[in-house]
């Protein structure tokens, strides 16, 4: 079975950092795009990053641009997302998404990040 | 970045047949077309319907997927309590290079 395990949310102060983690299973991540989704508490769902198999092309929403960092370890069969620089805008429920054909079919449970001091 | 336009809220009748609608422009929804996502409170999204209007295995033959232009519709047969939930559409923008989303749909089947 396809699975997406978050990792490594929490509470952070506002400029702090964080690094989330993915780790699949059921698959391998190598053959796909991977895919960062945000969700603030009663809010809808807001693209962060995406990149594709071997990294070397990455996006980004303007409002993590600068910010966050995605990457990828195949090796691992994992998913990253450094974030720095957070801000309380950026408290949300982060999730991991594979890319197939060009749609996000799988999704993990999702890590949350609060950022207050 | 804007994103696609949903309406809020969505209300129709047991066994009735519900039409959600994503709009968006030529470089996203009437590009490549816009997939679908149900999320019930506290889970993650689940795929309904991918941008080709195709259905991911084990979704209910009462969705189907269409586009016209700039607009993706979703429409739900015989609707049933566990149709409730929040629904979003999802389209890649090929003019900025950006996954948008629709601010979702609740829809509440009465």
């Known amino acids: 079975d396809v699975q997406l395990v978050e990792s490594g949310g929490g509470l952070v102060q506002p400029g702090g950092s964080l690094r989330l983690s993915c780790v699949a299973s059921?698959?391998?991540?190598?053959?796909?795009?991977m895919t960062w989704v945000r969700q603030a508490p009663g809010k809808g769902l807001e693209w962060v990053a995406n990149?594709?198999?071997?990294?070397?092309?990455?996006f980004y929403a303007d409002s993590v641009k600068g910010r966050f960092t995605i990457s990828r370890d195949n090796a691992k069969n994992s998913l990253f997302l450094q974030m720095n620089s957070l801000r309380a805008e950026d408290t949300a429920v982060y999730y991991c998404?594979?890319?197939?054909?060009?749609?996000?079919?799988?999704w993990g449970q999702g890590t949350l990040v609060t950022v207050s001091s | 970045q804007a994103g696609l336009t949903q309406p809020p809220s969505v209300s129709k009748g047991l066994r009735q047949t519900a039409t959600l609608t994503c709009t968006g422009d030529n470089n996203n929804v009437g590009d490549q077309g816009a997939a679908w996502l149900q999320q019930h409170q506290g889970h993650p999204p689940k795929l309904l319907s991918y941008r080709n209007n195709k259905r991911p295995s084990g979704v209910s033959e009462r969705l189907s997927a269409s586009r016209s232009r700039n607009t993706a519709s979703l429409t739900i047969t015989g609707l049933q309590p566990e149709d409730e939930g929040d629904y979003y559409c999802a389209a890649w923008d090929s003019s900025l290079n950006v996954w948008m989303f629709g601010g979702g749909t609740k829809l509440t089947v009465l």
């Open positions: 998404a594979r890319e197939a054909n060009g749609d996000n079919d799988y």
């Open positions: 990149i594709k198999q071997d990294g070397r092309w990455i």
């Open positions: 059921g698959f391998s991540i190598s053959s796909y795009y």
